[in-house]
């Protein structure tokens, strides 16, 4: 058991200085006041001067690497536990990308079981970027049913060059299919959408919701603010009852293309009147961040790090103003209910023991605790990965 003492709790919403139980991996109280008898069997931590706020969850990670655009050379390493638990991501989502060819589901299935076997909470999508979708039962709907860790389908990629070219009848049927598995498996069976710059935008995911009976909440599109123009359809779009993603893995090149920061995008979509519970932010991590000329030739590549999820959550409060827990929201409790995820994202009686103790002061990670254990604490990391 642990007993955190005297932390500012954010659940995500403000809780004000409470102590917090730690038991079988598990929240089992929060009070003002937590008094335990002496025994080995409580380890009391002193979480004065910290934030005690819900383990960040991570909707778009390239566990195995993705890139690949301009050729072997450029295909982009595997996540490391650590890359994630400096990071205070406790709970995240992999998936592949433009190469589902060295990039198997199988390898990511694998993956994704090494880094729950050393502590994190780890989900992932069918399919990747092309359709028909790669799948490892022959079927989007067996997957999602009868392996544990797959929860939707994508990401499948629209408005890009390096998309499929399909009509609104070919995706209803692959959110349907989604859609199925996620009902009689107790999932979300979420459709995960990467959105390249091209100007037809989410024009698709409209039309599947207009000449389909699928909702546009079935959809997850990310990347919304890779433009200015995408930002604007995005919110358009959330204000139509659909969710969007943004980006916090970017470089200066693509940000003096165009792109808006996502801790700003998060910012100017609240301005605009969008519900926090339809906005979050992703990281995207160790994916390939490519940049395109305007004949769609590579030009640079960089990495994108998990650890900028944490980044843009302080970014959006230093910088532009976003209360905390809005922020928090948009990391934490929004991912966690758009995936269906109901024992993620809040810290709440019953919910996993997935806690970030930040400095009050900074926001910077002092500990990480996932499913009841410390996976780095007073910034020394404790994770027990062999490589």
Request: proline share 3%; glycine share 10%; aromatic share 6%.
């Given at each position: 058991?642990?007993?955190?003492?005297q932390?500012r709790?954010?659940?995500?919403?403000?809780?004000?200085?409470?102590?917090?139980?730690?038991?079988?991996?598990?929240?089992?109280?929060i009070?003002?006041?937590?008094?335990?008898?002496n025994?080995?069997?409580?380890e009391?931590?002193?979480?004065?001067?910290?934030?005690?706020?819900?383990?960040?969850?991570?909707?778009?990670?390239?566990?195995?690497?993705?890139?690949?655009?301009?050729?072997?050379t450029?295909?982009?390493?595997?996540?490391?536990?650590n890359?994630?638990?400096?990071?205070?991501?406790?709970?995240?989502?992999?998936v592949l990308?433009?190469?589902?060819?060295?990039?198997?589901?199988?390898?990511?299935?694998?993956?994704?079981?090494?880094?729950?076997?050393?502590?994190?909470?780890?989900?992932?999508?069918?399919?990747?970027?092309?359709?028909?979708?790669?799948?490892?039962?022959?079927?989007i709907?067996?997957?999602i049913?009868?392996?544990?860790?797959f929860i939707?389908?994508?990401?499948?990629?629209?408005?890009?060059?390096?998309?499929?070219?399909?009509?609104?009848?070919?995706?209803?049927?692959?959110a349907?299919?989604?859609?199925?598995?996620?009902?009689l498996?107790?999932?979300?069976?979420?459709?995960s959408?990467?959105?390249g710059?091209?100007?037809?935008?989410?024009?698709?995911?409209?039309?599947?919701?207009?000449?389909?009976?699928?909702?546009?909440g079935?959809?997850?599109?990310?990347?919304?603010?890779?433009?200015?123009?995408l930002?604007?359809?995005g919110?358009?779009?959330?204000k139509?009852?659909?969710?969007?993603?943004?980006?916090?893995?970017?470089?200066?090149?693509?940000?003096?293309?165009?792109?808006?920061?996502?801790?700003?995008?998060?910012a100017i979509?609240?301005?605009?009147?969008?519900?926090?519970?339809?906005?979050?932010?992703?990281s995207?991590?160790?994916?390939?961040?490519?940049?395109?000329?305007?004949?769609?030739?590579l030009?640079?590549l960089?990495?994108?790090?998990?650890?900028?999820?944490?980044?843009?959550?302080?970014?959006?409060?230093?910088?532009?103003?976003?209360?905390?827990?809005?922020?928090?929201?948009?990391?934490?409790?929004?991912p966690?209910?758009?995936?269906?995820?109901?024992q993620?994202?809040?810290?709440?009686?019953?919910?996993?023991?997935?806690?970030?103790?930040?400095?009050?002061q900074?926001?910077?990670?002092?500990?990480?605790?996932?499913?009841?254990?410390?996976?780095?604490?007073?910034?020394?990391?404790?994770?027990n990965?062999?490589?």
């Amino acid at each position: 058991m642990k007993l955190l003492k005297q932390g500012r709790v954010y659940a995500p919403q403000d809780l004000g200085r409470k102590d917090v139980l730690i038991a079988g991996g598990k929240i089992i109280a929060i009070e003002d006041e937590i008094t335990m008898p002496n025994s080995g069997f409580v380890e009391v931590i002193d979480a004065r001067g910290k934030l005690v706020v819900p383990g960040f969850v991570d909707s778009l990670v390239h566990i195995t690497g993705g890139g690949g655009e301009g050729g072997f050379t450029t295909r982009t390493p595997e996540m490391h536990i650590n890359d994630a638990v400096v990071g205070g991501v406790t709970t995240l989502v992999g998936v592949l990308g433009t190469d589902a060819i060295t990039r198997s589901l199988e390898n990511l299935l694998a993956k994704a079981k090494e880094l729950k076997a050393l502590g994190l909470s780890v989900y992932c999508y069918t399919g990747s970027y092309h359709l028909p979708a790669v799948t490892i039962t022959e079927s989007i709907t067996k997957d999602i049913m009868l392996i544990d860790e797959f929860i939707g389908v994508g990401e499948v990629a629209i408005a890009d060059h390096r998309a499929t070219p399909v009509d609104h009848l070919t995706l209803a049927q692959v959110a349907s299919q989604a859609r199925t598995g996620g009902m009689l498996a107790s999932k979300s069976g979420i459709v995960s959408i990467h959105v390249g710059d091209d100007k037809q935008g989410l024009n698709l995911l409209r039309e599947v919701a207009e000449y389909s009976a699928i909702p546009v909440g079935q959809f997850y599109p990310t990347h919304i603010n890779r433009t200015k123009a995408l930002l604007a359809d995005g919110i358009e779009f959330a204000k139509q009852g659909g969710y969007i993603d943004f980006t916090t893995s970017t470089t200066a090149q693509i940000l003096a293309q165009g792109e808006v920061a996502a801790a700003q995008a998060l910012a100017i979509a609240l301005q605009e009147g969008v519900d926090i519970g339809q906005l979050t932010m992703s990281s995207d991590g160790n994916a390939s961040l490519p940049v395109f000329d305007d004949k769609a030739k590579l030009i640079d590549l960089q990495l994108g790090e998990v650890k900028t999820l944490h980044q843009s959550f302080v970014e959006a409060i230093n910088c532009y103003q976003v209360d905390i827990e809005l922020a928090l929201r948009s990391v934490t409790s929004s991912p966690a209910d758009i995936l269906a995820l109901k024992q993620k994202g809040r810290l709440i009686l019953g919910n996993d023991a997935d806690i970030n103790l930040l400095d009050e002061q900074s926001l910077a990670i002092d500990s990480v605790i996932a499913n009841g254990a410390f996976l780095m604490r007073a910034n020394t990391l404790i994770t027990n990965a062999y490589f």
